[in-house]
T-cell receptor, first 117, second 113 residues
Framework: AQSVTQLDSHVSVSEGTPVLLRCNYS??????LFWYVQHPNKGLQLLLK??????LVKGINGFEAEFKKSETSFHLTKPSAHMSDAAEYFC???????????????FGSGTRLQVQP | KAGVTQTPRYLIKTRGQQVTLSCSPI?????VSWYQQTPGQGLQFLFE???????NKGNFPGRFSGRQFSNSRSEMNVSTLELGDSALYLC????????????FGSGTRLTVV
């Protein structure tokens, strides 16, 4: 089975300060990992994905994440928060595309990011 | 190019009724997946269709069903609606079956009263 745990339900930062959203995963195989963002009343937008290539993954809007197998973590970071980053962020794990039973996306419970002016 | 289109955006239904939601994937995408999002359960996988065949199914009762047409458009049906079915239903499309990097639509918000 695969699962993902987002360690913080809410994170509040000041504009211009770094962002760290924490995610741990559990998987019995080499997973694909994603971060998605959801703004109010909107769908999900893919920020970045890890698919067994480089462990440091760069995404859109200045976000990046590092895959650490030894720690089973995939934390999302951004050097400087912007007001427009306020949203809900989901860490997601998926199995191999060829594995019918595991390739559906399994979502974490989400982290709501607040950015204070 | 156009994104994933879900219709309608909002829907209000009465308990016991049935409802059909529609999803048009990105042109060329052949895989369509459906997810349910609720405050209590978060985002949960419903099912995936590829080339008009259901390839994967989540842990939902048989009241939830779907289909995919030859043009890759998909519909999801919920029969005998319950209050707990109130949710945001999201559709995602991908070029490959179980492909990496799904594109999500904006969702259909279903309210059951």
């Amino acid at each position: 089975a695969q699962s993902v745990t987002q360690l913080d339900s809410h994170v509040s930062v000041s504009e211009g300060t770094p962002v760290l959203l924490r995610c741990n995963y559990s998987s019995s195989y080499s997973p694909s990992l994603f971060w998605y963002v959801q703004h109010p009343n909107k769908g999900l937008q893919l920020l970045l994905k890890y698919t067994s290539a480089a462990t440091l993954v760069k995404g859109i809007n200045g976000f990046e994440a590092e895959f650490k197998k030894s720690e089973t973590s995939f934390h999302l970071t951004k050097p400087s928060a912007h007001m427009s980053d306020a949203a809900e962020y989901f860490c997601v794990v998926s199995g191999p595309p060829e594995d019918t039973g595991r390739r559906a996306l399994t979502f974490g419970s989400g982290t709501r990011l607040q950015v204070q002016p | 190019k156009a994104g994933v289109t879900q219709t309608p955006r909002y829907l209000i239904k009465t308990r016991g009724q049935q409802v059909t939601l529609s999803c048009s994937p990105i042109s060329g995408h052949r895989s369509v997946s459906w997810y349910q999002q609720t405050p209590g359960q978060g985002l949960q996988f419903l099912f995936e269709y590829f080339s008009e065949t259901q390839r994967n199914k989540g842990n939902f009762p048989g009241r939830f069903s779907g289909r995919q047409f030859s043009n890759s458009r998909s519909e999801m049906n919920v029969s005998t609606l319950e209050l707990g079915d109130s949710a945001l239903y999201l559709c995602a499309s991908s070029y490959l079956q179980g492909g990496i990097g799904y594109t999500f639509g904006s969702g259909t918000r279903l309210t059951v009263v």
